[in-house]
């Protein structure tokens, strides 16, 4: 700094208000210095400014199964708001592991960072123990977390998923099957399986675990679960898929099984992803936008980095049906 300032003709000071982006000083000063700057290829020296402000415009990530598209469009969305808010994203994938999950929460401690997203399936009672203990602002963006201290952005699982039901029983069907999530899965998946039992309440009808099986949110997992529904219960007309993947899966098993679909079996996803719009046939999916899920959880988690007033820290994004070919 001392050098940038010899050369700029200015002071410490003066360097340390343009490099912190201070409206108080001139145009022409601060121009001179950025041109300094670039001159000596200047750089910010991160550690000693995180000790000096406590600060690290680090925003940490922790997530699982970041390969799976809908998660990729929430991480865009994350990472684009975040650099909008003046922040960079740390990311650790723990592939839904509590210990590898502990591990990179205790790294992003050492780094400092100014508040965590969690994006996993599998919340953790220790996991929210240890965020809590620890002080740092959190986001949970993968499910409504029932606990009033702890912020998290979703969609709606338990009314989307009522959607799902109540369109296959309005359309007359009687014999529905349900590939879920991992049963590890306690949070959407969990929330799904309440709005599927309550569309079953309100229409009178008798739910039963026979008619859902567990998937694991991949291809192979819907094809082998329906394979496993059909050959259980032959005579399914619907299947509500919990994610766009596996209904890509579970409809290439009922091709294969020799029925059709829709004609035979209607098929429902969730998540939207653009694969499903280009599939033959095209999916009828749950849509909502990864993207503004991730978005959201960098405003409402740097509202509370910078403890501004919060109206709510549970927010639910929009979710509407989507009917495509693999319905009638």
């Not at 300094?36 to 290829?41: C, G, I, P, Q, T």
């Not at 201290?149 to 009687?174: I, M």
Request: charged content about 25%; overall charge negative; hydrophobic content about 40%.
């Amino acid at each position: 700094m001392k050098d940038v300032a010899k050369l700029a003709g200015v002071s410490l000071s003066t360097v340390s208000r343009v490099l912190n982006k201070s409206s108080l000083v001139k145009e022409e000063t601060a121009r001179r210095v950025r041109k300094a700057v670039s001159k000596l290829d200047y750089q910010v020296n991160d550690s000693a400014r995180i000790l000096r402000t406590n600060t690290s415009n680090l925003i940490g990530v922790i997530g699982a199964g970041m390969e799976h598209p809908f998660l990729a469009s929430l991480l865009k969305g994350l990472e684009t708001e975040a650099r909008e808010q003046g922040y960079s994203i740390l990311l650790g994938d723990s592939d839904g592991e509590y210990e590898q999950e502990k591990i990179y929460l205790n790294i992003m401690k050492q780094k400092k960072i100014d508040g965590i997203v969690i994006i996993s399936a599998n919340v953790y009672t220790d996991i929210l123990r240890m965020v809590k203990e620890s002080g740092i602002p959190i986001v949970f963006a993968s499910g409504y977390i029932n606990d009033r201290d702890v912020a998290c952005v979703t969609v709606d699982n338990v009314a989307a998923a009522y959607d799902v039901v109540d369109h296959f029983f309005q359309k007359g069907h009687e014999k529905l099957g349900i590939i879920r999530g991992p049963n590890s899965d306690l949070v959407a998946s969990e929330e799904r399986i309440r709005g599927v039992r309550l569309a079953y309440s309100v229409h009178n009808k008798i739910y039963s675990n026979k008619i859902q099986i567990e998937g694991d949110f991949t291809f192979e997992g819907g094809y082998v679960g329906t394979q496993k529904l059909l050959e259980a219960t032959p005579d399914i007309t619907a299947i509500f898929s919990f994610n766009d993947e596996m209904a890509v899966g579970a409809i290439r098993a009922i091709e294969a099984m020799g029925k059709k679909v829709p004609d035979d079996i209607e098929v429902i996803g969730f998540d939207d992803i653009p694969l499903a719009e280009y599939v033959k046939p095209s999916i009828s999916t749950v849509s909502q936008s990864g993207y503004e899920l991730g978005a959201q959880s960098i405003q409402l988690l740097h509202n509370i980095i910078n403890k501004n007033h919060i109206e709510d820290n549970k927010i639910f994004i929009p979710h509407k049906l989507v009917y495509r070919e693999s319905t009638i």
